[in-house]
């Protein structure tokens, strides 16, 4: 049995990165909100990291959903997805919130950075003008509507193979939290890293203040991965085969213990904890801790989907 | 500040109130039980009377269309069992179940997967279907497959498009030499089908995840006992 071909595999990677970056693009949205609301208030436009989780999350949502169209094996059949529904499918609503999550995402950047727009456009399209500022109004209601959203996306990105009655390892109550807590952080990483390439200062207050949220979260991560696995070991059964071909042998053992717990947890708490003490942030503490998270999460998604599928009840 | 607070909840309120308002004007339950089939067609495995010959599959290859590298049916080998002379082979069904709670249905965003309410049959509306896959990953008995040629998933329909359009009954049914596939209505208490149910003690695939399947086994009683 090889890592990436075995019997039962019904999903491949593309529909991890598809989570990876729908988590990703929840996450940034969630970071960014926390860092306008908390931090930065009116001068949130200013914030080169805000800037980089407004071209993020965008980007990253649309072009999971085209891998996830690609992946279809009638990509020019997907308008049916968006024409039918099904209130029991986990997929069918997942796509309502996709779509209502993109809606409130651009009105939401239209209302952040309607100043900086405005000033831009110059009383030229009038009718543009008007609608920047009916949403800039409305800034709280969306706002509070897209948090909750963003949250949704995340979570539903695990309820969606935790629906998979047939796997032991993906129908698990624990998942959805898992995959909710690691697409934020994932989020937090890459408004960190875009934001310090797009030359926003490494030891500025955003900084800070993600890094503040990101002990507690990477420590709730840990102990969700613990909980995870050892309430598989615990049913016994099939749940137990099936944790210990994930972490106990082979490549995705490999890739668990050194990717997703060495990499993708271990290393940024330790230079999190680091850069505490130290207090004093550069460039390239930020961008590695930052690049270390993500990978860590890109590798969880794909340890999850394969090894959750190599064991049947 | 409390001024943003209070709009908020107030469109929250608004939320809610319209979605309470929605679920009142969806049709009650009681609609769709009004008119209760007469019909809930099931199969019974016979795995004592199975001789592993594959004719059945044979048979719906060529009744059903199905392309060669995959199949809605097919016949799982085990064994040999005991000692030499006295050994033998078991054999047991592989196909669609026809779960009553059928994790494909509940899972297909667009409602391909669907169960015939007049014959209890879960088919698959092939316009709808757009390929994502989710009912192969859901289903637990691993019996879906995405038919090559139409790019759509499929699997057993008891002949649904085929043979019981035309009043026959499954071709796996009639290309069985050894009479172990027994088609018939669950309703129907004269039905072979029921009598066999009540004559054999049989039993039914991973029944703990209830998904009630409508594919029955009757278990293999010679050789040794496999725990």
């Known amino acids: 049995m090889s890592a990436f071909h075995f019997d039962g595999l019904v999903w491949h990677w593309p529909i991890a990165i598809y989570l990876f970056l729908a988590g990703l693009s929840a996450g940034a949205v969630f970071f960014a909100i926390m860092l306008k609301h908390f931090k930065l208030a009116d001068k949130a436009y200013l914030s080169p990291f805000v800037q980089a989780a407004a071209v993020i999350a965008p980007i990253a949502v649309c072009a999971g959903l085209g891998i996830l169209v690609i992946d279809l094996t009638k990509p020019l059949a997907f308008w049916k997805i968006l024409v039918f529904y099904n209130t029991s499918s986990v997929m069918s609503m997942g796509v309502l919130v996709l779509l209502v999550y993109q809606v409130m995402l651009f009105a939401w950047l239209g209302s952040v950075f309607s100043t900086p727009i405005q000033q831009w456009l110059k009383q030229r399209l009038p009718l543009l003008s008007k609608l920047l500022a009916q949403l800039a109004r409305h800034e709280d209601v969306i706002t509070g509507v897209l948090v909750i959203l963003s949250l949704s996306l995340g979570a539903y990105t695990g309820f969606l193979l935790s629906a998979l009655i047939g796997f032991p390892l993906l129908n698990n109550p624990v998942l959805p939290l898992l995959f909710l807590i690691s697409g934020l952080s994932s989020g937090a990483a890459a408004t960190l890293l875009g934001g310090v390439l797009m030359r926003g200062n490494p030891n500025g207050v955003e900084v800070r203040f993600i890094h503040r949220i990101e002990i507690p979260m990477i420590l709730v991560e840990i102990a969700l991965l613990f909980t995870f696995f050892a309430g598989l070991i615990l049913s016994g059964g099939q749940s137990q085969v099936a944790a210990m071909k994930a972490i106990g042998e082979g490549f995705w053992g490999w890739i668990f213990w050194a990717g997703v717990v060495g990499v993708g947890l271990t290393l940024p708490l330790a230079f999190n904890l680091w850069m505490k003490v130290s207090s004093d942030r550069k460039f390239a503490y930020v961008a590695v801790t930052a690049s270390f998270s993500l990978i860590g999460v890109l590798l969880l998604r794909n340890f999850i989907l394969y090894t959750g599928q190599m064991t049947a009840v | ?227």
């Open chain 2, 1 to 227: 500040m409390d001024n943003s607070k209070r709009r908020f909840l107030k469109g929250c309120g608004g939320v809610i109130a319209g979605m309470s308002v929605y679920t009142v004007t969806q049709p009650p339950q009681a609609n769709t039980a009004e008119q209760v089939s007469e019909l809930k067609y099931a199969m019974v495995h016979d795995e004592n009377l199975c001789i592993g010959c594959n004719a059945c599959e044979d048979a719906c290859r060529k009744v059903n269309n199905v392309p060669d590298g995959v199949t809605r049916v097919n016949i799982e080998r085990s064994g040999p069992f005991g000692e030499y002379p006295n050994q033998s082979y078991r054999f047991s069904r592989h196909s669609c179940q026809h779960c009553e709670a059928a994790p494909c249905v509940k899972v297909c965003p667009t409602g391909a997967a669907y169960i015939d309410e007049e014959t209890g049959i879960v088919a698959v509306n092939e316009d709808r279907c757009v390929g994502c896959q989710y009912c192969i990953a859901a289903c637990p008995y691993q019996i879906r497959f995405i038919n090559p040629e139409t790019r759509v998933a499929d699997k057993c329909d008891f002949c649904q498009q085929t043979q019981l359009s035309e009043g026959l009954l499954p071709a796996c049914v009639l290309a069985c030499p050894t009479n172990a596939l027994v088609f018939g209505n669950l309703k129907d208490p004269a039905s072979a089908l029921v009598k066999t149910l009540k004559s054999k003690p049989t039993y039914r695939d991973k029944v703990d995840l209830g998904t009630r399947p409508k594919l029955f086994h009757v278990r293999t009683i010679d050789g040794e006992i496999v725990l």
